[in-house]
């Protein structure tokens, strides 16, 4: 992986020099998947609670990671090569993102006390957002 520091090409601005709808998407859901994973994704209801950062919510964060790494490098104006477009890549990360949070869903949904709480609802929208706006951005034409 080679970062070199450079103007943001076309694929990630508007004609108005502003961001792109789907960048914007891309922003909006990686804002809100982080604010998922500090909410409560399961509850003992007999006080222990547990956010995102536990069992399959790991794998939500670790693809936030790498979306908004790659988005912060791309905002900052920084140019890496990857084998697949920044479109396709924010859309791998939607999608594990989603994938993450409703496997949590799925395997703590089934405990005889307890149950999944609103965070995780908002993971798997803020992973969809990210999954719509890097479909948004290859739409946009920033598959290159």
């Known amino acids: 992986m080679h970062a ?3 103007r943001v090409g076309p694929e990630m601005r508007d004609r108005r ?8 998407v ?9 604010i998922a ?7 003992s ?10 069992d399959w919510g790991w794998l939500t964060f670790f693809a936030l990671v790498l979306a908004g790494a790659l988005l912060l490098l791309r905002l900052s104006g ?3 090569r990857l084998s697949v477009s920044d ?4 859309m791998a990360a939607g999608a ?3 994938l993450g949070a409703v496997a949590f869903w799925f395997g703590n949904n089934t405990r005889i006390s307890g149950g999944v709480r609103y965070g995780v609802f908002i993971g798997v929208i803020g992973g969809a957002l990210t999954l719509a706006g890097g479909y948004l951005h290859w739409m946009d034409g920033g598959a290159e």
């Not at 020099?17 to 914007?24: I, K």
């Open 45 to 54: 209801q007999v006080g222990a609670t547990a956010n995102g950062f536990h």
């Open 26 to 34: 891309v922003l909006a859901g990686s804002a809100m998947t982080l």
């Open 78 to 80: 920084y140019t890496v």
């Open 4 to 6: 070199a520091k450079q």
């Open 96 to 98: 594990v993102e989603v």
């Open 17 to 24: 020099d502003g961001m792109s709808l789907g960048v914007a």
């Open 37 to 43: 994973l500090l909410l409560p994704w399961w509850d």
């Open 87 to 90: 479109a396709t890549a924010w």
